[in-house]
């Protein structure tokens, strides 16, 4: 059983798309979040959900959305895809304050 | 604010070396969690340990160990003996508890381990 699962895993599409990257845990944890992995491995927190609150939204564009439409997922919208957006979207649950448990990532190339 | 500071880029040993990772960090919290966590080459990332900031008893897991010392703000990781298996991207992080619930990560030390 996958604890933390992602979908897709590799996605390539045009500037100026619209795409959508989905997640679901099956841990019960309360809070999950969204990274945004660099070419360099830098790993940045963009969002993150306690009972589906949004308690972290991290300076990032507002052409990202994320929607949590229950504590088992938490989706992410990218709108006008522009080509710094290509990085490796990671996924990741805990209970708050805890350790995180992470998808396997979403690699998502704009050309 | 928090910071965590893994100033070591890159490390690069041969197989059953050991090598320590380093990691500095800061926050005002008077209760936070610490935690490592593994990047091998296939990308998943891996956690390895949580340590709460009332608990500085080290921690030895197989050829892992970490020593975590709140005099010099320092959580620092230890592998010996170490593998190819282990080389990978390691990321220590920090989570405060006052108010805000925002893990910061450190940069990441590229561990490279030759055959």
């Known amino acids: 059983d996958t604890a933390v699962s992602q979908t897709p895993k590799y996605l390539v599409t045009q500037m100026g798309n619209d795409k959508s990257i989905k997640c679901e845990q099956n841990?019960?944890?309360?809070?999950m979040y969204w990274y945004k992995q660099d070419s360099k491995k830098f790993l940045k927190i963009m969002f993150s959900?306690?009972?589906?609150?949004?308690?972290i939204n991290e300076t990032v564009p507002n052409r990202f959305s994320p929607k949590s439409p229950d504590k088992a997922h938490l989706n992410l919208h990218i709108n006008s895809l522009e080509l710094g957006d290509s990085a490796v979207y990671f996924c990741?649950?805990?209970?708050?304050?805890?350790?995180?448990?992470f998808g396997p990532g979403t690699r998502l190339t704009v050309t | 604010a928090q910071k965590v500071t893994q100033a070591q880029t890159e490390i690069s040993v041969v197989e059953k070396e050991d090598v320590t990772l380093d990691c500095v960090y800061e926050?005002?919290?008077?209760?936070?969690?610490l935690f490592w966590y593994k990047q091998p080459p296939s990308g998943e990332l891996v956690f390895l340990i949580r340590?709460?900031?009332?608990?500085?008893q080290n921690e030895i897991s197989g050829r892992y160990s970490w020593n975590f010392q709140k005099s010099t703000s320092s959580f620092n990781f230890t592998i010996t003996a170490s593998q190819v298996v282990d080389s990978a991207v390691y990321f220590c992080?920090?989570?405060?508890?006052?108010?805000?619930?925002?893990?910061?990560f450190g940069r990441g030390t590229s561990l490279i381990v030759h055959p």
């Open positions: 959900y306690n009972n589906k609150e949004l308690i």
């Open positions: 990741a649950s805990s209970h708050l304050n805890n350790e995180q448990y």
């Open positions: 992080a920090l989570t405060g508890t006052g108010g805000s619930y925002i893990p910061t």
């Open positions: 340590r709460n900031s009332f608990d500085e």
């Open positions: 841990l019960g944890h309360d809070t």
């Open positions: 926050t005002r919290d008077t209760t936070y969690y």
